[in-house]
């Protein structure tokens, strides 16, 4: 199974400055595709999970620019340009290059 | 408007069943896999199963395989989770969430809560 290792588990930040998290995975995440299937997830407090990044760095629908991905093969960064209060959540990533889908254990992104 | 909306959580003893179910809406239901993913209170998310566009193929976590039955009829639109043998361990509020062509969980339901004690 891949597992995703996420850092830090916490992440206090000031309102306007930048966060970044951290996930690496115990495998390449480089499908027989050539894509790379490496997804990042925000969930709210009392809220359901909801897509912001997916394919490593493609921002999906509605999701601010100030959110961006990077990364290749097994290290990938979800980072935030200027934190915002609407932020404050926890972030996973997660890998669908083959079953089971497994995600990471979650940064969670507080105001300091 | 794109939706998921979800039933048939509750409280059920140990070694009993429940089945859950999701309702899509806004969007071509049948030509989307679909997926259950579930977390523990306060615990990050554990995926536990998905199913092809046509029922064809189905796959489990290993910590539910022989329990747990995903299903989906797309006439209805709609996608169910059948759990059998409940153990406390599967405490956890379940999602149902759309499977998207770029391999990603584009759209999600509200949660369910399922509580198994006795």
């Known amino acids: 199974d891949f597992v995703m290792t996420q850092t830090p588990l916490s992440s206090p930040v000031t309102l306007g400055q930048p966060a970044s998290i951290s996930c690496r995975s115990s495998q390449s995440l480089v499908h027989s595709d050539g894509n790379t299937y490496l997804s990042w997830l925000q969930q709210r407090p009392g809220q359901p999970p909801r897509l912001l990044i997916y394919?490593?760095?493609k921002r999906f629908s509605g999701v601010p620019d100030r959110f961006s991905g990077s990364g290749a093969g097994t290290d990938f960064t979800l980072k935030i340009s200027r934190v915002e209060a609407e932020d404050v959540g926890v972030y996973y990533c997660?890998?669908?290059?083959?079953?089971?889908?497994?995600f990471g254990g979650g940064t969670k992104v507080e105001i300091k | 408007e794109m939706q998921l909306v979800q039933s048939g959580g509750g409280l059920v003893q140990p070694g009993g069943s429940l089945r859950l179910s999701c309702a899509a809406s806004g969007f071509t239901f049948s030509n989307y896999w679909m997926s259950w993913v579930r977390q523990a209170p306060g615990k990050g998310l554990e995926w536990v199963a998905n199913?092809?566009?046509?029922?064809?193929?189905?796959y489990y976590v290993d910590s539910v395989k022989g329990r747990f039955t995903i299903s989906r009829d797309n006439a209805k639109n709609s996608l169910y989770l059948q759990m059998n043998s409940l153990r406390a361990e599967d405490t956890t509020v379940y999602y149902c969430?759309?499977?998207?062509?770029?391999?990603?969980?584009?759209?999600w339901g509200r949660g369910t809560l399922v509580t198994v004690s006795s």
């Open positions: 969430a759309r499977f998207g062509w770029e391999r990603n969980f584009d759209l």
């Open positions: 997660t890998q669908a290059i083959e079953f089971p889908l497994t």
């Open positions: 199913i092809k566009e046509d029922g064809s193929e189905k």
């Open positions: 394919k490593v760095s």
